[in-house]
């Protein structure tokens, strides 16, 4: 079964002791108006009022050509790590999603991302990550291509 992971906490850490995004800049601050502020550390929307960072993020550990950066948001104040088996992340709201699997060299394994329905996420996954050639898949935004989890093999 897919293990669904949120961005590391040793990550989030950084970010709220002060660190840098993954382009050297600290994270803007912004206050939530509502809905469409998922965090990524407890993929949970970021609730109306609260604080929340803005900023570039790149899930992969080094530069390279497939290693894509991309705006999310994250509590501003810390909260738990999202991991979860058989359960889909409190965020993924959206009708459909794109579902793409990555080698283990961190680059994308063409002809595996598709737009998914949401009800379909799980089943997709499952099905990726039995390849001999997938090492995880990534969970994004159809609209927007925006990075909201990754998925593990359990």
Same mark, same amino acid.
């Given at each position: 079964?897919?293990?669904?992971?949120?961005?590391?906490?040793?990550?989030?850490?950084?970010?709220?002791?002060?660190?840098?995004?993954? %382009?050297?800049?600290? *994270?803007? =601050?912004?206050?939530?108006?509502?809905? #469409?502020?998922?965090?990524? $550390?407890?993929?949970?929307?970021?609730?109306?009022?609260?604080?929340?960072?803005?900023?570039? %993020?790149?899930?992969? *550990?080094? =530069?390279?050509?497939?290693?894509?950066? #991309?705006?999310?948001?994250? $509590?501003?104040?810390?909260?738990?790590?999202?991991?979860?088996?058989?359960?889909?992340?409190?965020?993924?709201?959206? *009708?459909?999603?794109?579902?793409?699997?990555?080698?283990?060299?961190?680059?994308?394994?063409?002809?595996?991302?598709?737009?998914?329905?949401?009800?379909?996420?799980?089943?997709?996954?499952?099905?990726?990550?039995?390849?001999?050639?997938?090492?995880?898949?990534?969970?994004?935004?159809?609209?927007?291509?925006?990075?909201?989890?990754?998925?593990?093999?359990?």
């Amino acid at each position: 079964m897919p293990i669904f992971n949120a961005i590391p906490g040793d990550h989030a850490e950084h970010l709220w002791n002060g660190g840098s995004n993954s %382009y050297g800049h600290q *994270p803007e =601050t912004i206050i939530s108006d509502g809905p #469409g502020y998922p965090c990524r $550390h407890c993929l949970r929307n970021i609730g109306e009022g609260e604080s929340l960072f803005v900023l570039a %993020y790149r899930p992969f *550990p080094t =530069t390279q050509p497939y290693a894509e950066t #991309g705006p999310i948001f994250l $509590h501003k104040t810390p909260c738990p790590r999202f991991i979860a088996e058989e359960v889909l992340p409190p965020i993924l709201v959206s *009708p459909d999603y794109i579902v793409r699997g990555y080698a283990e060299d961190n680059r994308i394994v063409y002809g595996t991302g598709a737009v998914t329905p949401t009800s379909e996420i799980m089943r997709r996954a499952d099905d990726l990550l039995q390849r001999a050639d997938i090492a995880y898949v990534h969970v994004r935004s159809a609209r927007n291509n925006c990075f909201q989890c990754r998925i593990d093999a359990a």
